[in-house]
């Protein structure tokens, strides 16, 4: 592993000139996507190239274009944990479409994703990224590891939005670590970390009155950044699958907390928060 500041400092965020589909204004890339991120036209199986990556729920290909990858997702996973029901029909076009509103959502405010243009149903058009191995989680009430960890009731509402850092390994199972444990491990710089906070807060910022506007509370969420050129952007998927989404009214669990559902019930939630945010 190499050390802190061992990154190329063409790393260094929002240096770059812009590549299409970008303007820039000030020291701010401004993406312009349309905030309803549509459907495109599928790719077929002969367009797609080389498979790069398969993981649980999601398969990664070459596009066309060199910057570019195709992301697609699947409705069931390629290996289950034993007796765990996971069937959600349609989960992969489900999560496809959520992702590309909520990145679509982000990129009209100014924040960079990967998301390009959806490809028919459950297939993204994606720009490449250097993916760096951290989840960001960014909380707004206690729920999860965070109330077990710190004895705190789940449902408490924070003062402050909270947000840590976990390192992505299986191996380990993805630990909680601090900005000393991110440089000691090579993961990213201090320039890269801060823009990863700042970016992490502005799109908690930008998505808590959307879903507001849903009658969702955002409880947390989870995301993933990885280096495009010379830009940070925020990467992989946000879908209920790595967010906490309660009704605003009820507090009742739109997603998360699927282990006391039914797959009837899980599809029927599924269902529910792709209507509140995509209709
Ligand atoms: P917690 O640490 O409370 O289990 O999770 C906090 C938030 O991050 C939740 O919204 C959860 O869905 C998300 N999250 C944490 N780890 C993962 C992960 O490995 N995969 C996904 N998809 N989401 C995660």
Redesign the pocket.
């Known amino acids: 592993m190499s050390g802190k500041n061992s990154r190329p400092s063409s790393h260094s965020p929002l240096t770059l000139s812009p590549s299409k589909g970008e303007r820039v204004e000030g020291e701010r890339k401004v993406f312009q996507y349309p905030a309803n991120a549509g459907t495109g036209s599928p790719v077929t199986r002969a367009e797609r190239g080389r498979q790069l990556y398969e993981g649980k729920w999601k398969v990664l290909y070459e596009a066309a274009e060199p910057d570019h990858l195709i992301l697609r997702f699947k409705d069931v996973p390629s290996f289950r944990r034993a007796g765990r029901p996971t069937r959600v029909p349609g989960r992969g076009s489900l999560k496809a479409r959520i992702t590309a509103r909520l990145f679509a959502e982000l990129m009209g405010q100014g924040i960079p994703t990967h998301f390009v243009k959806m490809l028919g149903e459950r297939e993204l058009l994606v720009r490449r990224l250097e993916m760096i191995r951290l ?1 960001v ?1 960014l ?1 707004n009430v206690v ?4 109330a077990a960890r710190l004895g705190m009731e789940s449902g408490t509402p924070l003062s402050a939005p909270v947000l ?1 850092l ?1 390192y992505k390994s299986d191996a380990l199972g ?1 630990p909680l670590v601090n900005e000393s444990h991110v440089f000691a491990l090579g993961l990213a710089t201090g320039a890269e970390l801060r823009t990863i906070r700042e970016t992490a807060l502005r799109a908690n910022r930008a998505l808590l009155p959307f879903f507001a506007e849903r009658e969702i509370l955002l ?4 995301l993933e950044f990885g280096r495009h050129r010379a830009t940070l952007m925020v990467g992989d998927e946000l879908t209920p ?4 989404f309660w009704d605003r009214a009820t507090q009742a669990r739109l997603g ?1 907390e699927r282990s006391r559902m039914s797959p009837a019930q899980e599809a029927a939630r599924y269902h529910e928060i792709y209507a509140r945010i995509c209709a």
Do not use: H
């Open positions: 989840e989680v909380r729920a999860g590891s965070l840590e976990y993805d409880a947390d969420f989870k699958d790595g967010c906490r998360k």
